[in-house]
């Protein structure tokens, strides 16, 4: 039989007050402790001869995988690894710069593999080879009414364990297993209690960092605020004007300690009176349920994103990321050209890559302004990935703004690693600047891209200005296709795209569509006004962020 750690079993129940733990035993699961492993057995025997599902993984794939899910010498091994090579007995795994990190036992499965590809052996096998999975969930009927969310990586549904009503969300590693073409008889399978993945708005940063990490444990405000005011006292970003206003609202309900929760004086919950409700609080900054079940293997999202590699861009990364079905290009520009600030305004050579373009991704959408990351996981439905709010000065405002009850976002993105190791103290800041025949670039902007369909309808998309050569404005695009490349050049002569109705009430007033600010002229066009098809078009604002070290 093949010993497989298969399954990614998450479960969590909130109870409406809090005991302190009297016994080791007592911190475990309420659902643990009654019913045990044993009870779990059962249910997964049953419940694995149901699931069945297609795959189109690669042999390739599936070994790539299989190291994922190996033991390494050292923890860190499982961020840095980016190349694998198999001989007959043993295999050793390469970083980027290809130093041999450590030598790997080769386990049973993956001696079947090779045996039935050869042609694995002897050869660098790239982390991020791992092909698209485009197979689908078989689900019976009598599974489908307990389902609560279905995604191409993931099941999450109801069941009882005990007395408890749980959502239990099953992530499958390697697909295959439940094909007709893998016989259930050979199926074993290992139980972990332990969180192994992180859900946007509830991670830590320890779980997918190297270092110290941002260690903040957010569950325990929603005990105490309505949903929504607890995204808000969070996420957005505030003056102190609006902290004033909250700082009377939390004091009636006796919560003027609630600051005192991050530093781990949980007690201070006992004090608080009623329910903190925030009248002024936007759903811009909540992830709906059904999308709060899209945790990700953060260890994989470099191999997930990054697809082009290499390109003709001078100030930003070469390696362009792509977002794939997940609308997060606003925030995969906004880490991009954080990047730069971080080595060009505060001189920090990032020696090891912890402060990569992936990795500040990883903070923001995870801690700092969470997003569903719908999308870059497999096969998304087309609902998971158009609930979400991304608006671009929203997320630069966070990043340089505290909220009520969290720092700056770039205080946070700082502790990614040890504080002797981190770049120098400073401040963020971002700056609105307009684009013009006659702009004079001096460092990387996220601009906004329009793109007129031949159905009439409008693609915007956030892109990052790496320079301007020959005339043109030289961007990095994060959804590329054959269509689009991962480079995209604009004319600066080119109108620039404006909203339809803004457009119309300007020629109202001046008899043309020419938008004049100061000594600047940008003509305007929109899908009404002499815009091509087919054709890429900048919005004129954009923006820059710049890190200003702190004095000593």
Not at 6 to 23: N, R
Not at 83 to 100: A, L, P, R, T
Not at 135 to 160: H, Q, R
Not at 230 to 255: G, H, T
Request: charged residues 25%; proline residues 3%; negative net charge.
């Amino acid at each position: 039989m093949l010993e497989l750690s298969i399954l990614a079993f998450f479960a969590t129940c909130i109870a409406g007050m809090i005991q302190v733990a009297k016994s080791k035993k007592e911190k475990l699961p309420v659902w643990e402790r009654e019913n045990g492993k044993n009870e779990i057995e059962k249910w997964l025997e049953g419940f694995l001869a149901k699931l069945k599902r297609t795959s189109t993984r690669t042999e390739k794939c599936r070994l790539i995988l299989a190291v994922e899910r190996m033991q390494f010498e050292e923890d860190w091994y499982a961020a840095a690894w980016n190349y694998v090579q198999f001989g007959e007995e043993n295999g050793e795994i390469f970083d980027k710069w290809n130093e041999s990190l450590q030598n790997l036992n080769i386990t049973e499965f993956q001696k079947q593999i090779l045996k039935s590809n050869s042609s694995l052996k002897n050869q660098l096998v790239g982390h991020s080879e791992i092909k698209e999975e485009k197979g689908e969930w078989n689900i019976p009927a009598e599974l489908k009414t307990k389902i609560i969310s279905e995604g191409g990586e993931a099941l999450v549904f109801s069941e009882k364990f005990g007395i408890y009503e749980i959502a239990v969300r099953i992530q499958i590693f390697d697909p295959f297993l439940f094909t007709e073409n893998f016989g259930l008889d050979l199926l074993t399978w290992k139980i972990n209690f332990e969180k192994a993945a992180a859900t946007p708005g509830f991670a830590d940063q320890r779980q997918f960092t190297l270092g110290d990490g941002y260690n903040v444990v957010n569950l325990w405000y929603f005990l105490f605020c309505d949903w929504k005011s607890s995204w808000n006292l969070l996420y957005k970003p505030i003056d102190e004007k609006e902290k004033k206003e909250i700082d009377k609202i939390v004091q009636d309900c006796n919560a003027t300690s609630i600051h005192k929760i991050k530093e781990g004086k949980i007690e201070i919950i006992r004090e608080i009176t009623s329910v903190i409700k925030i009248p002024s609080s936007s759903c811009h900054f909540c992830l709906d349920d059904a999308n709060l079940t899209k945790s990700l293997q953060v260890s994989s999202l470099k191999q997930n994103v990054t697809k082009c590699v290499n390109q003709d861009l001078e100030n930003v990364t070469k390696n362009v990321l792509n977002q794939k079905s997940s609308n997060l290009c606003v925030p995969i520009s906004v880490a991009t050209i954080l990047r730069f600030a971080i080595k060009n305004d505060l001189g920090f050579k990032d020696e090891h890559d912890i402060y990569s373009a992936e990795a500040i991704l990883s903070s923001l959408l995870l801690i700092v302004y969470p997003r569903s990351m719908a999308g870059l996981n497999l096969n998304p439905k087309q609902e998971e990935t158009e609930f979400q709010v991304n608006q671009i000065e929203l997320i630069l405002e966070r990043l340089c703004k505290k909220t009520y009850l969290m720092e700056t976002g770039w205080q946070i993105i700082q502790f990614r690693w040890k504080e002797e190791m981190r770049p120098k103290k400073s401040t963020c800041k971002f700056k609105k600047v307009l684009l013009h025949e006659n702009f004079v670039f001096s460092r990387p902007l996220t601009v906004t891209g329009a793109f007129l369909l031949p159905n009439g309808e409008i693609l915007f998309h956030q892109m990052t200005l790496d320079r301007i050569e020959n005339n043109e404005y030289v961007l990095q695009n994060n959804q590329f296709s054959v269509d689009h490349p991962p480079v995209i050049r604009i004319k600066q002569r080119l109108p620039y795209y404006a909203i339809p109705p803004f457009i119309d009430h300007l020629i109202y007033q001046t008899g043309n569509n020419i938008e004049v600010v100061g000594n600047i002229q940008n003509v305007l066009i929109s899908e009404r006004h002499n815009m091509n098809a087919n054709e890429w078009y900048l919005l004129p604002h954009a923006y820059s962020i710049t890190l200003v070290p702190e004095k000593d």
